[in-house]
């Protein structure tokens, strides 16, 4: 399978835990990286650094008296405070739920339990609408202690102020938002894309297409140099430029095999039970649609297993917003 880097600017560099990145260049070998290295650390602003380990990434800010965490990762807890360790002796003492995706907040009792070995009750930070779907879903996770305004709120972490763009109509989950560590212009939006690659699998997991285009442009032009998505490069606006060019190619190649295969093509009276009509419609469409944009992206990373399943997304989008 080919990892060929499908950056829209590409300019990589090795990273670095002093050097200041400089905006729109990328970290090389990234996957790779991740796959034999403990963490990649990239610093991105005088006190805030970018850290990504099995391919799970956030953003921390070391204030006066500790660090703040985006993101509480499942599964890497270990990488990331000893990321965190390499570059300050501060206790991790705040910590934001970006959304409540287990995955991104699944290992907040080790955060709570890490800052009680040093004195410190963790101060967990999250929206309202978080608070409230984690309510709604029964989550087993604790709540936020400090409740951000929902979809605009702020808050001040020894002189940072960090700003929360939500999203009131979200592909990705009820509670999906931005968050922009507004002296560094980095905005931290985990799983909105995943810069440098064509769209991750369901458009980075999101549970409906639609809207994903609008989420994008609804940060675009904030005041940012550096993008997070948590998974991915570092971002730029060229990688959501990207991104919204490959969702046209991939709407306009998807209504084409609809119009080559129209759904009545999939009825067949003879079946058992009609339930396979849709089905065996949506991976024609996803199946011919990946075909059409496969001389164009096909050498990028991870290609040939997003785009089927973004593929249907999108059909299913195009099929029922008319
Ligand atoms: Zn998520």
């Given at each position: 399978m080919s990892t060929t880097q499908a950056s829209p600017t590409g300019?990589?560099?090795a990273p670095s835990t002093e050097r200041i990145l400089k905006p729109g260049t990328k970290i090389s070998d990234l996957y790779r990286r991740n796959m034999t290295q403990l963490y990649v650390l990239q610093r991105l602003a005088e006190r805030t650094w970018w850290v990504q380990a099995s391919n799970y990434g956030t953003v921390?800010?070391?204030?006066?008296?500790?660090?703040?965490?985006?993101d509480t990762l499942e599964g890497?807890?270990?990488n990331i405070t000893q990321a965190i360790a390499s570059?300050?002796?501060k206790p991790i003492i705040a910590a934001v739920y970006p959304h409540y995706h287990a995955d991104h907040i699944g290992d907040i009792?080790?955060?709570v339990d890490g800052a009680a070995q040093r004195g410190v009750e963790l101060r967990i930070i999250g929206s309202a609408k978080t608070k409230q779907s984690m309510d709604l879903a029964n989550s087993s996770f604790p709540r936020p202690a400090q409740v951000i305004d929902w979809p605009r709120g702020s808050f001040d972490f020894d002189g940072l102020t960090v700003e929360l763009y939500g999203f009131e109509w979200a592909a990705h989950t009820d509670d999906h938002s931005a968050w922009l560590l507004k002296?560094?212009?980095i905005i931290h939006s985990p799983d909105l894309i995943n810069p440098d690659q064509p769209p991750f699998w369901r458009f980075a997991g999101?549970?409906?297409?639609?809207?994903h285009e609008d989420n994008l442009r609804q940060i675009y032009d904030l005041a940012w140099d550096y993008l997070?998505?948590?998974?991915?490069?570092?971002g730029s606006r060229a990688d959501i430029d990207f991104q919204l060019q490959f969702v046209t190619d991939l709407k306009a190649a998807v209504g084409k095999a609809m119009a080559d295969h129209p759904f009545s093509e999939f009825v067949d009276p003879s079946a058992d039970a009609h339930t396979g009509f849709l089905a065996n419609f949506f991976a024609t469409i996803s199946r011919e649609a990946t075909s059409a944009l496969r001389p164009k992206y096909g050498h990028m990373y991870g290609f040939e297993y997003a785009t089927p399943p973004n593929a249907e997304m999108v059909g299913w989008a195009m099929f029922e917003y008319r």
């Open positions: 300019t990589y560099v921390f800010h070391v204030g006066e008296r500790g660090v703040l965490i985006f890497v807890y270990d570059v300050t002796d009792a080790k955060y002296q560094d212009r999101n549970e409906r297409f639609r809207f997070s998505g948590s998974h991915g490069n570092i």
